[in-house]
């Protein structure tokens, strides 16, 4: 895990550990900031199309998860909505663009980060009627591709996500959705 900062970042008094809320944490004896180690926050959008029914992945380039099959997500800006974080990184990792307003809420994972820590993913699912664009894969990724929930057991996927990326499918295509011959009657 990385280290808390020695310095306050308001007035550089030296930080000093004190308990405060059941925890050791750094604090300054000056200014009386508290240092609050939280999660990292980052969003991604699951893109799902229903012919067949598949969710669009990629596959990571760097870290967390390298090689592994992904959603499109990254770290929030300190000035954006999830929503809209959300939907920048499916545009930077895939070539696809969506309104904020055509994605929906899905799932949270608490994932070990990069640095240490965790890192929060808010995690959102669209139509892939809603998304314009060409697909190809873009930054942090080194390939993009629509995945069937019967491909997801042998491919190589982020770790805890696999239920996430299933429950997509079923959300936006349907357990009934046969493609395009429909259901048998």
């Known amino acids: 895990m990385t280290s808390a ?3 306050c970042p308001h007035c ?4 000093v550990e004190r308990q405060r809320e059941g925890r050791s944490r750094r604090f300054c004896p000056e ?35 390298t090689g592994a099959w992904s959603l499109p997500a990254g770290y929030l800006e300190w000035d954006e909505p999830a929503p809209q974080g959300a939907v920048r990184e499916l545009r930077e990792e895939t070539g696809l663009s969506v309104d904020a307003e055509d994605i929906s809420l899905l799932a949270t994972r608490l994932r070990p980060g990069a640095n240490g820590g965790y890192t929060l993913v808010v995690v959102y699912v669209t139509s892939a009627d809603a998304v314009s664009g060409t697909l190809a894969a873009g930054s942090d990724a080194a ?8 491909e997801l057991e042998s491919t190589t996927l982020e770790p805890d996500y696999r239920a996430v990326f299933e429950e997509a499918i079923e959300t936006v295509a349907g357990p009934d959705d046969q493609g395009a011959g429909g259901s048998p009657s």
Do not use: I
């Open 12 to 15: 550089g008094t030296v930080l």
């Open 31 to 65: 200014c009386e900031w508290v240092v609050y180690r939280n999660p990292d926050p980052a969003a991604g959008v699951l893109v799902v199309r229903d012919d067949p029914p598949s969710v669009l992945l990629v596959k990571r380039s760097s870290p967390p998860a």
């Open 5 to 7: 900062p020695a310095y």
């Open 143 to 150: 390939a993009v591709r629509y995945f069937e929930s019967t």
